[in-house]
């Protein structure tokens, strides 16, 4: 009998694209597998771009939002759905409410805050086993007291030339010219973003060696794009709140390069496989690496990062404003022939 399950999914771009290897194992371990996904809006055009996702499922509650009567009517929506098990990749108690009032006989995850009851196939973290946020997904994936299979693979994101090619005209953009594509933004805090400045100073760098920057970002990021095109003198191109998720991949796609902060699109890069560029301040490329074979690092390991934290607690922001332009573009031409090359599109 084909299995039916339902992947509670994380809320984050950058971990939706990081449980795309789950999605991947369940498969592996359940021929046949039909899976879904319940997903915030956001993060559903990745579930668009990953052939292992059979239907997604839009989590409509914002983070802290109670709402039981509106989680109850939603959970009597999948509750239609028949499926054999879920799997809770969210620790939160309220991630685990859904599938228990849905009645899906067999709940997985961790056992997170109080959520003894909610699952009834609990399994224990331990962090030094499984110290990256990949292999805490792919462990849920396995039977009980299991070792986790490796090795895992990388998230992979499809995108088609014709999609590509539509994005590009529908914007005005001449994708004939190398592109290095950059992500200045970072929706969880000042403190995973690398200076307006120093990504304006890369930007002249590159684009003196032939190559056009595209700058990626939501409309919250639209600002910050606007102060490194300025800056660097018209040499980078604010696409910044210009297209949706979908279109972003398409447009990063036809990149020769990524520079990106430790950020969801950081992680959107790596999974269309184009040569990366990862800044990291104040989180660790330890817990969330860009899962790529072709990634460059840059960290200065200062003694006070990685703290974690949103905001710099020492006002001072080290960790980012001494990691020069000149330390980056190495590191970018490390992945970059030095003689501009026709770009090629990835799928």
């Given at each position: 009998?084909?299995?039916?399950?339902?992947?509670?999914?994380?809320?984050?771009?950058?971990?939706?694209?990081?449980?795309?290897?789950?999605?991947?194992?369940?498969?592996?371990?359940?021929?046949?597998?039909?899976?879904?996904?319940?997903?915030?809006?956001?993060?559903?055009?990745?579930?668009?771009?990953?052939?292992?996702?059979?239907?997604?499922?839009?989590?409509?509650?914002?983070?802290?939002?109670?709402?039981?009567?509106?989680?109850?009517?939603?959970?009597?929506?999948?509750?239609?759905?028949?499926?054999?098990?879920?799997?809770?990749?969210?620790?939160?108690?309220?991630?685990?409410?859904?599938?228990?009032?849905?009645?899906?006989?067999?709940?997985?995850?961790?056992?997170?805050?109080?959520?003894?009851?909610?699952?009834?196939?609990?399994?224990?973290?331990?962090?030094?086993?499984?110290?990256?946020?990949?292999?805490?997904?792919?462990?849920?994936?396995?039977?009980?007291?299991?070792?986790?299979?490796?090795?895992?693979?990388?998230?992979?994101?499809?995108?088609?030339?014709?999609?590509?090619?539509?994005?590009?005209?529908?914007?005005?953009?001449?994708?004939?010219?190398?592109?290095?594509?950059?992500?200045?933004?970072?929706?969880?805090?000042?403190?995973?973003?690398?200076?307006?400045?120093?990504?304006?100073?890369?930007?002249?760098?590159?684009?003196?060696?032939?190559?056009?920057?595209?700058?990626?970002?939501?409309?919250?990021?639209?600002?910050?794009?606007?102060?490194?095109?300025?800056?660097?003198?018209?040499?980078?191109?604010?696409?910044?709140?210009?297209?949706?998720?979908?279109?972003?991949?398409?447009?990063?796609?036809?990149?020769?390069?990524?520079?990106?902060?430790?950020?969801?699109?950081?992680?959107?890069?790596?999974a269309l496989h184009i040569p990366l560029v990862?800044?990291?301040?104040?989180?660790?490329?330890?817990?969330?690496?860009?899962?790529?074979?072709?990634?460059?690092?840059?960290?200065?390991?200062?003694?006070?990062?990685?703290?974690?934290?949103?905001?710099?607690?020492?006002?001072?922001?080290?960790?980012?404003?001494?990691?020069?332009?000149?330390?980056?573009?190495?590191?970018?031409?490390?992945?970059?022939?030095?003689?501009?090359?026709?770009?090629?599109?990835?799928?």
């Amino acid at each position: 009998m084909i299995k039916k399950l339902l992947v509670i999914g994380p809320s984050w771009v950058g971990d939706g694209v990081m449980a795309q290897p789950l999605y991947r194992r369940l498969h592996e371990r359940h021929p046949g597998l039909e899976l879904h996904v319940f997903a915030p809006a956001w993060t559903l055009p990745l579930l668009a771009r990953m052939p292992e996702v059979a239907k997604a499922h839009l989590n409509p509650f914002g983070h802290g939002q109670l709402q039981l009567r509106e989680r109850w009517r939603t959970a009597r929506a999948l509750h239609r759905e028949s499926f054999d098990q879920v799997v809770v990749l969210p620790n939160s108690l309220k991630a685990a409410l859904i599938p228990f009032m849905a009645g899906i006989p067999l709940r997985t995850g961790f056992t997170g805050e109080m959520r003894y009851g909610l699952l009834n196939d609990t399994r224990e973290l331990d962090e030094h086993e499984l110290p990256t946020m990949v292999e805490r997904f792919c462990i849920l994936a396995e039977a009980p007291r299991t070792a986790l299979h490796r090795p895992i693979p990388h998230p992979s994101l499809s995108s088609q030339p014709a999609a590509q090619l539509a994005v590009a005209q529908r914007l005005g953009l001449q994708p004939d010219t190398p592109i290095v594509a950059m992500c200045p933004g970072a929706e969880y805090g000042p403190a995973k973003r690398w200076p307006q400045r120093h990504f304006a100073a890369l930007a002249k760098m590159l684009s003196a060696r032939g190559y056009q920057v595209w700058l990626f970002g939501s409309a919250k990021d639209q600002q910050i794009g606007d102060a490194i095109s300025q800056l660097a003198d018209g040499c980078a191109l604010n696409l910044c709140g210009k297209t949706g998720l979908d279109e972003a991949i398409d447009l990063m796609a036809l990149a020769s390069l990524a520079v990106c902060n430790d950020s969801g699109l950081m992680h959107v890069a790596a999974a269309l496989h184009i040569p990366l560029v990862a800044l990291y301040g104040s989180s660790s490329p330890d817990f969330t690496p860009p899962l790529s074979d072709q990634a460059e690092i840059v960290s200065l390991n200062l003694d006070c990062s990685p703290c974690f934290e949103r905001n710099c607690p020492y006002q001072h922001l080290r960790c980012l404003e001494d990691m020069l332009p000149e330390r980056v573009l190495q590191s970018c031409l490390t992945l970059l022939d030095t003689t501009p090359h026709e770009t090629t599109a990835h799928k």
